[in-house]
């Protein structure tokens, strides 16, 4: 097979003056995985830095409401509560091996930015984030916090103003500025070497995962759920199963409003997700009849992307992944339920998977062994969840607080 | 190879020209409208532009400017599809005595198969592709296609820029035909260039990788910075500026913004 791809998808669609970079970035990641030194400050940044190992937790209550084993790999406890961090830290190391000062990402809910931001501090690297217009307005304390931690944060007016149009403009300043900057691509998507990389540093959720439900269930679990935006956190902890053929893997997309409305952003689930090249890669996008990219729809900006990881969408050709949706019903509905029986509060992409895995609870056989991974925590989505709950008490807070601004 | 380089109608055109240098010029298709297009392009060709080239537009344009980039989702937002812009470019073709080249990203093309759209391009009379997300490494089919349904007669263009060694200059010079575009500096199109020594240098460095005439891009806005370029290479690429002149000053200062172009040449 060739270089950098996966079955028919991956590849480098890149212009030719990244040709070179691109060239030294696979050398150094190669080194990298070469040196066990590498992975080995890796592990102590993590424990060190993020908490890691994250718990699996045994949703005791969950599992005597459902009479199925459900554990939950606590990603939300990472450092800036989700798994960009994994990714951040990981390349940031690296970023430090190529001797470059300047870090750039893109970010959609902003986890990603806030992650990149607090790897630029604590590394000493300058750091730009672009981000679509409309997030920007979505998640405004994402904003706020890249601010505090010292990056710039960039809104992108054009295109659809969301994450793939911030994936463009990073590129667009990447192209220009390479020579002493590392562009901190947030997911398993875009041209080889990333999705590779991104996915070798999300590995730890899985080989962690697997070896705290052999100690904590003494068994492999049933099946393992998890939500797919481009898809890194999926492949994080699919990869610790992936060899085991009787553990059933299960990538949930966004919804949206529903498959049916065609507000959603559902690549694989859906069929609707034909093979094209964006963004520097091969996969299945969400276009249309001429090869323009589609607007796509989810109550969680993370999930909003019309593309999907090139690795995953091989192992939905190959049926070792099977894809399904949840809606932004749902996932509200779901997150309710997470919060009632045990007290955690998800973020609204997490809330995917663990509405999916809930909705098949009654098609697995009783005392199933269920891995859900929580991707990230929930208080970032505080205005969604608010005015998805429609919450009459959060509201008074706003208004109260929108008049005492204006009366400054 | 070198046999099949020599005789592309592209470089018998632009070597049968006698003047100095030649005006490479850009539109965005659909942008403000095709029915603008026409009229910009009747101001190219009286002006003496020697090339166009037509961009197809793309919803994710990431190796062009702001400039740029907002044309091709103006044109999208209008409504423009590539069925209209097709055959407006093969009226193009058959209005106009210069070569017409398509420039547009690789999706555009995998949409209606890679193949079917080449082979359309060919058969239309288009002269060269330009499509700057498909590298050298991804490219090895659509450049079979061009040279089997094109017979000499559609070029696949390929890019040089000042990051390349001298070895990767080389390689792609091997699979030139018809042109290389040569990309002037780091960056997206419609920032300023400095034609400093170092660009200098790198065109010394692109005409030795190929025996291809060379054009180019990226920041030539100029009168002056076309003359800098006499001798150096055989067309100047002036995309962004002139988009500009014709949404501040309108059709008619294109006309004109060539004409001045010209008088370098």
Redo the contacts between chains.
Sequence with gaps: MKKGYFGTFG???????????FRRLTQAYEDARQDPQFWREYLEVMENYSGRPTPLTFAENLTRHFGRKIYIKREDLNQTGAHKANNVMGQGLLVRRMGKKRVIAETGAGQHGVATATMAARMGFECVIYMGAKDVERQRPNVFWMQQLGATVVPVN??SCTL?DAI?EA??DW?????ETHYVLGTACGAHPFPEMVSWFQSIIGIEARKQILDQAGCLPYRVYACVGGGSNAMGIFQGFINDSQVELIGVEAGGEGIASGKHASRLASGAG???????YKTL?L?D?????RETHSVAAGLDYVGVSPILAHLHATGRVRFASADNREVVDALKKLMRYEGLIGALESMHGVARAFAEMPSMPEDSVVIINLSGRGDKDIFTIADALDDPGWREFILQKARQYQNR | MMHADTSSRLQQQIRACRDPIQIMSHIVLGYPSLEENRLVMDQMVAAGVHVIELQIPFSEPIADGPVIAYANQESLRRGFRVEEGLNFIAESVRRYPIPILIMTYVNILMARGVESFIQQSATMGVRGLIVPDLPLEEAGSAMEWCRLHGKGGLDWIHLFTPTSGMDRLEALGRHASGMVYCVARRGVTGQRTDFDPALMDFLNRCRAATTVPLALGFGVRSHTDVQQLIGKVELAVVGTAAIEVHLSQGVEAVGRFFSGLKQAV
């Design positions: 590849g480098a669609y890149i212009p030719e003056i990244l040709h070179e970079t054009s295109g793939k463009n590129m667009r192209v220009g500025s390479m020579d034909q093979m094209g090249v964006a963004h520097g996008f276009q009849g001429d090869g323009q990219m």
